[in-house]
């Protein structure tokens, strides 16, 4: 029933959009992806393998890893039980190098577990000088432009992040999620999946 009203308001969307005047033509516009990432060969707990994918951990042991649960691939970061007084690392996509970034626009899905304090963050980042050395690269956060997954939101429930759009971005780039939390105070999970720019 939830597809076919979806389809249903598409269709109607579509009529809308092309009703124009007998000397005018419409045709509506169709977006493509130019990358997916879905992560769906994932092996449970195992280090982040997907090509061009790579991470980096700034304080602590944690790193980010594949996960799957119910046939789903993704990819998580957990400092539950960690030890350790910090734990922030790096999950960073591969370089992008695009004949133009105009027009191209940037999704993806993310989750939360048990996140509760403020201080337990997920931010995203893009670096147009990364060359596989996180702290020397120029990153720019840019959290803002998405919706994040809140203490709000359901435990392992994605929400989908909205669009970013690249236009304004000069030349290659990578984008980068980075998480910090701890043993104690800061033990929520983040997820990320379906990561798409098209």
Request: aromatic share 14%; with cysteine; charged share 15%.
């Amino acid at each position: 029933m939830k597809n076919l009203l979806k389809f249903t308001f598409v269709l109607i969307s579509l009529i809308t959009i092309s009703c124009v005047s007998d000397d005018d033509f419409a045709i509506p516009e169709i977006t493509v992806p130019v990358y997916v990432e879905d992560f769906q060969t994932a092996t449970n707990n195992a280090p982040v393998s997907f090509e061009g994918w790579s991470t980096h951990v700034e304080a602590g042991s944690i790193n980010w890893t594949e996960k799957t649960f119910s046939s789903n691939g993704t990819v998580r970061f957990s400092s539950f039980q960690s030890g350790e007084p910090s734990n922030i690392a790096w999950l960073i996509s591969p370089k992008f190098e695009f004949d133009s970034n105009i027009g191209k626009r940037l999704i993806f899905e993310s989750a939360h577990s048990f996140l509760s304090n403020p201080s337990n963050t997920f931010d995203v980042y893009i670096s147009t000088n990364y060359d596989s050395n996180v702290t020397t690269a120029t990153w720019t956060r840019i959290t803002s432009n998405f919706r994040m997954p809140q203490s709000s939101d359901s435990n392992f429930t994605f929400v989908s992040s909205g669009n970013f759009d690249l236009s304004a971005i000069e030349g290659p780039f990578n984008i980068a999620f980075k998480a910090v939390g701890n043993t104690s105070t800061l033990t929520a999970g983040f997820e990320v999946d379906n990561f798409i720019i098209y």
